[in-house]
T-cell receptor, first 113, second 114 residues
Framework: TQLLEQSPQFLSIQEGENLTVYCNSS?????LQWYRQEPGEGPVLLVTVVTGGEVKKLKRLTFQFGDARKDSSLHITAAQPGDTGLYLCAGVSSGAGSYQLTFGKGTKLSVIP | NAGVTQTPKFRVLKTGQSMTLLCAQD?????MYWYRQDPGMGLRLIHYSVGEGTTAKGEVPDGYNVSRLKKQNFLLGLESAAPSQTSVYFC?????????????FGSGTQLSVL
């Protein structure tokens, strides 16, 4: 079983601050995804990173895939209350002709106005 | 755009009762999934389907059964509910199943088993 460790588990910051959350594993993934989940809703895909070292930006969110494709980070610049939610990373691995998606346990972010 | 629709949104069962959760998607996706989400445990895959008429076990399949009789529907059944099955259940669908797979999730079903 491939495990994805997310840290921190909880994060509470003031509006305007910067933050980084991490997603780490000892396993190599074909790609890694980041989802955001708001209370009472299902997760929504934010980004998929595929190449080792890849950096993708989505407005104030910057996603990076580690060179060895075992870890990833999400950096938010000037956080806003609308960024509040549960951030989940998910690793895609392949084997025996099929693909498997493994989720981390998530980072719960609260941005205080 | 309906996307992925789950019914019901909330349900309370007594131990030993049975029920079926319905998931419907209108995106013509081949792949469908059932996850459960528990505090501190993340999302865990229960069962999945790679096409109409097919099902397969995921990480935590015990106590659940599924059926995919129609491409757009994926049903999750609990034959004899147990308190350990209290959870939030999410259905998801995708059209690729590969490296760039994009899952579309429903809004979840909150199930309590007393």
């Amino acid at each position: 079983t491939q495990l994805l460790e997310q840290s921190p588990q909880f994060l509470s910051i003031q509006e305007g601050e910067n933050l980084t959350v991490y997603c780490n594993s000892s396993s190599v993934f074909s790609s890694l995804q980041w989802y955001r989940q708001e209370p009472g809703e299902g997760p929504v895909l934010l980004v998929t990173v595929v190449t080792g070292g890849e950096v993708k930006k989505l407005k104030r969110l910057t996603f990076q895939f580690g060179d060895a494709r075992k870890d990833s980070s999400l950096h938010i610049t000037a956080a806003q209350p609308g960024d509040t939610g549960l951030y989940l990373c998910a690793g895609v691995s392949s084997g025996a002709g099929s693909y498997q998606l493994t989720f981390g346990k998530g980072t719960k972010l609260s941005v205080i106005p | 755009n309906a996307g992925v629709t789950q019914t019901p949104k909330f349900r309370v069962l007594k131990t030993g009762q049975s029920m079926t959760l319905l998931c419907a998607q209108d995106m013509n996706h081949e792949y469908m999934y059932w996850y459960r989400q528990d505090p501190g445990m993340g999302l865990r895959l229960i069962h999945y389907s790679v096409g109409e008429g097919t099902t397969a076990k995921g990480e935590v399949p015990d106590g659940y059964n599924v059926s995919r009789l129609k491409k757009q529907n994926f049903l999750l059944g609990l034959e004899s509910a147990a308190p350990s099955q209290t959870s939030v259940y999410f259905c998801a669908s995708s059209d690729y199943g590969g490296t760039n797979e994009k899952l579309f999730f429903g809004s979840g079903t909150q199930l309590s088993v007393l």
